[in-house]
């Protein structure tokens, strides 16, 4: 069966550190990789989606990059933490399908709570 | 435990007809509750939100949905479904501080013409 680990679930950070989150994918080959993020107030924000090993696509500007090193590996980053980071990040997965389908189910990781300080 | 149950996996309704997603959830604190629909081409887009208030809540695309903290339900409802309307929906619980979200496991719905 196929299973998605997020680590860590709880990160506190001071400003202008780095930062490395990672997701990670068992049990199915090829699948769509997302990184969302929760901020207080607003809903889910899709932050970067990667449809194969180093195709990163960025959904919307911001202080993160996303990389892809391996087929079930997602990995979200910044050199620098900013305040406004702060937020629940959440990592999904989808299968393999050319780009994104209305239907597509999503599964997702449990999450990580990120506080920048 | 926190959990969000989505009982049903797939829906097949008819263009016109009415909808009824259920959503149940188990939450120690007071939930926030959240439904998204996986739209083409934008990931997951908000269709509404409860917080507090009014437990009928109105949201985007002529969407509702009815809070009942006797049931732990957070059904979401549409009058007459529309062929666009076909997509993967989720209910989530979780705060309003950008905190944890706790998603369901999504329901497929299909629309017949």
């Known amino acids: 069966s196929q299973t998605i680990h997020q680590w860590p679930a709880t990160l506190v950070q001071p400003v202008g550190s780095p930062l490395s989150l990672e997701c990670t994918v068992e049990g199915t080959s090829n699948p769509n990789l997302y990184w969302y993020r929760q901020a207080a107030g607003r809903g889910l924000q899709l932050l970067f989606y990667s449809v194969g090993i180093g195709q990163i696509s960025s959904e919307v500007p911001q202080n993160l990059s996303a990389s892809r090193p391996q087929d079930r590996q997602f990995i979200l980053s910044s050199k620098k933490l900013l305040l406004s980071d702060s937020g629940f990040y959440l990592c999904a997965w989808s299968a393999f399908s050319r780009g994104r389908k209305a239907n597509e189910k999503l599964f997702f990781g449990s999450g990580t709570q990120l506080s920048v300080l | 435990a926190q959990s969000v149950t989505q009982p049903d996996i797939h829906i097949t309704v008819s263009e016109g007809a009415s909808l009824e997603l259920r959503c149940n959830y188990s939450?120690?604190?007071?939930?926030?509750l959240f439904w998204y629909v996986q739209s083409p081409g934008q990931g997951l887009q908000l269709l509404l939100k409860y917080f507090s208030g009014d437990t009928l809540v109105q949201g985007i695309k002529g969407f509702e949905a009815e809070f009942k903290r006797s049931q732990s339900s957070f059904n979401l409802r549409k009058p007459s479904v529309h062929w666009s309307d076909a997509a993967e929906y989720f209910c989530?619980?979780?705060?309003?501080?950008?905190?944890?979200?706790?998603f369901g496991q999504g329901t497929e719905l299909s629309v017949k013409p």
């Open positions: 939450y120690g604190a007071t939930p926030y």
């Open positions: 989530a619980v979780g705060n309003n501080q950008g905190g944890k979200l706790i």
